[in-house]
């Protein structure tokens, strides 16, 4: 087999597998936790909470950027789809005139957020290099399909627009209207995900730092807290139309 249709066939693998990433994370989190010492921000706060803030911001940009990419999408682009590549349109303005895949990107600095928040740098580094190889499969399967669809729209969009790391030299405003409720209706797993993250790595830390099990009750609310925003915004989506939007996916 050709190496190109190798990696297509591989990047078309990873990308119905994409989903499982959060599950590998918070394994690895388990070794790189345990091993981290973080005794000197415990005794130094300022510090603590200075990178704690730093990698929420990190999680929270990622968030947003989904958000700009997906509240200004219509119902025929790709985006949601969990087995094949899908799309009947192509975006090329907006958020897509700055970066080709704005929905990695976002997906990289909100789970970059929470390795940044174990507090090891090695892991901040390790994970970062894994998630490019995933991600390079399955953005060349991406675009290999997209290429054939298209064609030369495709191609000479591709030749201006960075893959990963966005630039405003060429952006052009987007003629699609930013839907807060295409955000509320698609992206509440992620938001809630996110959190559980933070929770995760910071109950690991104090286990490990004590020996004990923690017991604070806070543990409990902010688990709760975050998966009420799934049961609520599942349940709106599903069971009512205060979400639904004509033209959005």
Known sequence: MALVHS???NGNTLFRY???IPVILFL????AIYF???TCLTMNEAWFYALTGAAAAISLSGQIIRAIAIGTSNKNTSGRNTQEQVAEALNTQGIYSTVR???YLGNYFMWIGIVVFTFNVWFIIIVSLLFWIYYERIMFAEERFLERKFGDSYVNWSMTVPAFWPSMKNYKKGNIS?????IMRREYAGVTATMLGFIYVAYLREWFATGKLPTSVNYLWWTIGALLITLIFRSLKHYTKILYEEDRS
């Open 28 to 31: 690895l989190a388990i070794p």
């Open 18 to 20: 994409r989903g499982q």
């Open 178 to 182: 930013f839907s807060m409720k295409t």
């Open 36 to 38: 981290t010492d973080t």
């Open 101 to 103: 895949h704005p929905l």
């Open 7 to 9: 990696l297509e066939k």
